[in-house]
């Protein structure tokens, strides 16, 4: 009977962790859907209003990324690549939903995946589990977090690429295949593109790595510098675009 006790003991011991990290998903959840179906309001609702114009335009003449199909009524035509809009709208025109359900339905799928990559990330450096689902809960709670999740602007989905960047970064750094070096630039060139300063981080986290290492072969070498290079035509090509656009 106490070899029983014992074992069940050591069974809820182990399995505590995981129903944390559950929970604190749900609990993120909960926070994500309050008020659902709310309209656009809070300090940024003319940057929503902004995206969600770009969306009907999606939604009632295709998808593309032509001059003609940004929206004719505001300063800016376009400020970043609109893959979050592009995603949104076709959503809605295939299944016929509503813009601002269907843009607080996708966020917190990527709030969930955002969730995932961040535990996968450390979980790669062997952090403590304690400290793990400090942060994610932290990550799950945090209310400019929630906000952003819930707002009709595509930074979080920036974000997700930035953790898939530096989790792919990591994976290859570490001896990985060549897939996790191809991930890492289709992953920065897309969060680069959707709100290149959110990304960042990540190129300046990978030189401070190396820096920090005395690394220097491996920080300039070929890959590295073809990966830094990527990013640079990125941002300018776009901002040339960006630049012909709104002219």
């Given at each position: ?8 003991l ?12 559950v929970?604190?998903v ?49 300063a ?33 799928a ?5 969730y ?6 450390m ?18 709670v ?9 707002a ?10 930035s953790f ?48 920090s ?13 073809f ?15 960006t630049?012909?656009?709104n002219?």
């Open positions: 009977e106490a070899t029983t006790e014992s074992g069940s050591i069974l809820l011991s182990s399995a505590a962790p995981a129903v944390f990290a929970v604190s749900l609990v993120g959840l909960y926070f994500r859907t309050k008020c659902f179906a709310c309209e656009i309001d809070a300090w940024s609702a003319f940057r929503q209003a902004h995206v969600a114009s770009n969306i009907i335009y999606f939604v009632r003449d295709g998808v593309s990324i032509t001059t003609e199909m940004f929206t004719k009524n505001m800016y035509k376009v400020f970043d690549f609109p893959l979050y809009q592009q995603l949104v709208a076709v959503i809605c025109r295939y299944f016929g939903t509503d813009i601002l359900l269907t843009g607080r339905g996708i966020n917190l990527i709030y969930v995946a955002s995932l990559t961040l535990y996968r990330l979980r790669h450096f062997e952090i403590r589990t304690s400290t793990v689902l400090i942060v994610l809960f932290c990550y799950s945090s209310p400019l977090n929630i906000y952003y999740n819930r009709l602007i595509p930074d979080h989905l920036a974000i997700l690429f898939l960047s530096l989790l792919l970064f990591v994976c290859w750094d570490g001896g990985g295949k060549e897939y996790d070096y191809v991930g890492l630039l289709i992953t920065g060139i897309m969060a680069t593109l959707i709100k290149n300063p959110i990304y960042l981080p990540i190129p300046v986290a990978i030189i401070v790595f190396y820096a290492h005395r690394n220097w072969k491996r920080l300039f070498s070929l890959r590295l510098l990966y830094g290079g990527t990013l640079a035509a990125t941002v300018i090509v776009f901002r040339l675009y630049n012909y656009v002219a």
